[in-house]
């Protein structure tokens, strides 16, 4: 059985390109093969602007403030239970498509190169990564993100600058 992306696309401020549905279910397919996921997964990834997402930002972390992505995990890391069809409904992803460009725009590269990246660091949360603490944690994900960028031809080059 294979993993399943919905695809949502609930904003009018950026004409999606063509490709960018492809990149995205491209880049959850290899997270979930790369941390060698045990079930078909399904992921729901909806494209907002930069209010939604601020709003959503705003409702379930309590910080009023533009952001690029939001993960939604369903399951703690390792506690993954399958539904009748054998799958695992592993989590939501809210990517502001509005920022995506301003930050591809930002570190000058390419929207795909930024939403690949997006994609791929939110499906690691998804999976239970976390870099909020910083530490080792952080470079155990920042690795996984960059493994997994280079196997998709969007190797990070120098967009991410430690403060």
């Known amino acids: 059985m294979a993993n399943k ?8 401020s950026v004409k999606i390109p063509s490709g960018i549905r492809l990149l995205i279910r ?10 060698e996921f045990p079930y078909p997964a399904e992921i729901s990834v ?11 930002n705003t409702q379930f972390r309590d910080k009023p403030t533009e952001t690029d992505v939001l993960s939604f ?5 390792g506690t993954w239970e399958p ?8 989590g939501d992803i809210v990517i502001s498509i509005e920022k995506a460009v301003e930050q591809a725009d930002e570190y000058d590269h390419s ?4 939403v690949a990246f997006l994609t791929v660091h939110s499906m690691l949360h998804l999976l239970g990564y976390d870099h909020e603490n910083g ?17 998709l031809g969007q190797p990070r080059g120098y967009s991410y600058v430690l403060d």
Request: with cysteine.
């Open 5 to 12: 992306v919905y695809i949502t696309n609930e904003q009018k």
């Open 26 to 35: 491209r880049c959850c397919n290899a997270v979930l093969e790369v941390e």
């Open 46 to 56: 909806t494209l907002v602007d930069n209010e939604s997402i601020k709003e959503l």
């Open 73 to 77: 995990p369903q399951f703690e890391k």
């Open 83 to 90: 539904n009748e069809s054998g799958s695992v409904a592993i």
């Open 111 to 114: 929207l795909q190169r930024e």
């Open 135 to 151: 530490g080792i944690d952080e470079v155990r994900m920042r690795e996984r993100e960059e493994f997994i960028l280079k196997q």
